[in-house]
């Protein structure tokens, strides 16, 4: 079965810092990874998508993910943190027809 | 294009009593999920259907949970009788494509979920 695993339910990082948010699957086959970002009484929305296509993957609001199969990861990363970016995110992996989330990191950007 | 729409956005109930939670997904997306989320934790599927039919319902506690998407469209989630471990905010999310890893990994579209509290 597919899982993801996010390490840190907890992120503090100060405006302008590096944003990075850890995230290992399990997967058998080559997996269809996500990150979904969860603002305040909203629902998620996709921040990025790792389709095999690259490993290096660019999303929305200036964030991007990279695949690394030796490690089984797909870290994300934002090289500067603004205080609009506080929220929850969540790693996704998706199988062949359901998708599976890890427990989610509180990301908190201090002015 | 609109997005999945969910009511009601709160609900507080008393153990015991019933809740219903209802979805409409974004026009033309035959997959629409039911997930759970339990404050602190990732969502957790319910049910997902295909059309009007249940692809996966393993993790419903199908003793007090049942859901129906009658004609493939919209979608009710029910409750009957709540315990306070039912807890959590109820998403819907939709999806065109079925096969979400072979369609060239498909993403959900969710709505802004149902926060449900039990006292």
């Known amino acids: 079965a597919q899982s993801v695993t996010q390490l840190g339910s907890h992120v503090s990082v100060s405006e302008g810092a590096l944003v990075l948010l850890r995230c290992n699957y399990s997967?058998?086959?080559?997996?269809?990874l996500f990150w979904y970002v969860q603002y305040p009484n909203q629902g998620l929305q996709l921040l990025l998508k790792?389709?095999?296509?690259?490993?290096l993957v660019k999303g929305i609001n200036g964030f991007e993910a990279e695949f690394k199969k030796s490690e089984t990861s797909f870290h994300l990363t934002k090289p500067s943190a603004h205080m609009s970016d506080a929220a929850e995110y969540f790693c996704?992996?998706?199988?062949?027809?359901?998708?599976?989330f890890g427990a989610g990191t509180r990301l908190t950007v201090k002015p | 294009e609109a997005g999945v729409a969910q009511s009601p956005r709160y609900k507080i109930i008393e153990k015991r009593q019933s809740v219903a939670f209802w979805c409409n997904p974004i026009?033309?997306?035959?997959?629409l999920y039911w997930y759970q989320q339990i404050l602190g934790q990732g969502p957790k599927l319910l049910i997902q259907?295909?059309?009007?039919?249940?692809?996966?319902d393993s993790q419903l506690p199908k003793d007090r949970f049942s859901a129906e998407r009658l004609k493939g469209v919209d979608s009710t989630l029910k409750i009957q009788p709540a315990k306070l471990e039912d807890s959590a905010v109820y998403l819907c999310?939709?999806?065109?494509?079925?096969?979400?890893?072979?369609?060239?990994?498909?993403?959900?579209?969710f709505g802004e979920g149902s926060r449900l509290t039990v006292l």
């Open positions: 999310a939709s999806s065109p494509q079925f096969q979400l890893a072979v369609h060239g990994a498909g993403e959900l579209f």
């Open positions: 997967s058998s086959v080559p997996p269809y």
């Open positions: 790792y389709t095999s296509a690259a490993t």
């Open positions: 996704a992996v998706s199988g062949y027809n359901d998708m599976r």
């Open positions: 026009s033309g997306h035959a997959t």
């Open positions: 259907f295909q059309n009007n039919g249940v692809v996966d």
